[in-house]
């Protein structure tokens, strides 16, 4: 079992920046590629961003290019979301999670096994 804590959320102002961090514990983080998710207030629950096992390989939704970097430190068991020129549309609640299968399908969110309670980010117009 995987235990997922996300941290780094806050309210910043259109055009800052925030580092959201993932701590992993309870299983072998560099067998899982990880993910991180939003949610906004009635929407449903989205890919930003997902990294490989050994960090080689990014991949980020189209909202976020250019801004949005993903990337995992395997000797700290944490997996982070350096997010840069924030907009009000940004605005929602960031998860991160755990997939144990192939990276084909790891754009799904129903292919992660486990995650986190999710952390806020308000960004202000």
């Known amino acids: 079992q995987v235990q997922l804590v996300e941290s780094g959320g806050g309210l910043v102002q259109a055009g800052g920046s925030l580092r959201l961090s993932c701590a992993a514990s309870?299983?072998?983080?560099?067998?899982?590629?990880m993910g991180w998710f939003r949610q906004a207030p009635g929407k449903e629950r989205q890919l930003v961003a997902r990294?490989?096992?050994?960090?080689?390989?990014?991949d980020y939704a189209e909202s976020v290019k250019g801004r949005f970097t993903i990337s995992r430190d395997n000797t700290k068991n944490t997996v982070y979301l350096q997010m840069n020129n924030l907009k009000p549309e940004d605005t929602a609640d960031y998860y991160c999670?755990?997939?144990?299968?192939?990276?084909?399908?790891?754009?799904?969110?129903?292919?992660?096994?486990?995650w986190g309670q999710g952390t806020q980010v308000t960004v202000s117009s």
């Open positions: 309870g299983g072998t983080f560099s067998t899982y590629l």
């Open positions: 990294i490989s096992r050994a960090g080689s390989t990014t």
């Open positions: 999670a755990a997939d144990r299968g192939p990276w084909a399908t790891s754009r799904d969110l129903r292919e992660y096994d486990y």
